[in-house]
């Protein structure tokens, strides 16, 4: 399937509104790729395929995230969670996307994890900053995404585990793991 193709299939699963976001997260994405030296064409494909699943009924993720086996721990969290994984296994699946670093981007774009690869912090924070985000604290992720890839996640996770604490939700341990290895990364002098 080619890119035109996987884009139409990735639109026809989400309401405009969704599409608008999910283009603003393919430019950052490369934008972030060229930046910082990852792979635009993995970038650019992973931040299409990101949001795939996000508008299913949370019944049907929740169903096929147990189908496929994966980690129930998750389900104890947020539902907002379980488009990534199931989105990396569907489009596995349906369209099959094989490279692993491209379905683990997608996998972890919204909890993070520990040892986050390059494309993984470029999709991840590209979702936090793309140009129709507005949030509280958007605009000095952006400003520290010109500079650090690994202190604006540390931002961007910061901002998603304060909005979590507002609500009163459980934050999910991978996040907080993400989190803390980053900030041991951005403290590394960099080669």
Known sequence: MNFE????????????KRWNHTLGVVSSAVELAKR????????ELAALLHDYC???PIEEQRSAYVAEGLDPELLEYDPQLLHGPVAAEIVRKRHGIE???VL????YHTSGRE????LDKVVCLAD????????PGVHNIREIAEHSLERALVAGF????RFLLEKGKKVYPLTVRARNALIDEAKRPQS
């Open 5 to 16: 193709q996987l884009a139409e299939a990735t639109k026809s699963q989400m309401p405009a």
């Open 36 to 43: 910082y030296g990852a792979d635009p064409g993995k970038a």
């Open 54 to 56: 996000k508008f299913w």
């Open 99 to 101: 490279d692993a670093e």
């Open 104 to 107: 683990d981007a997608i996998r």
């Open 115 to 118: 040892r986050m690869t390059l």
């Open 128 to 135: 936090y900053i793309e140009p129709g985000r507005d949030f």
């Open 158 to 161: 910061d901002s998603t585990i």
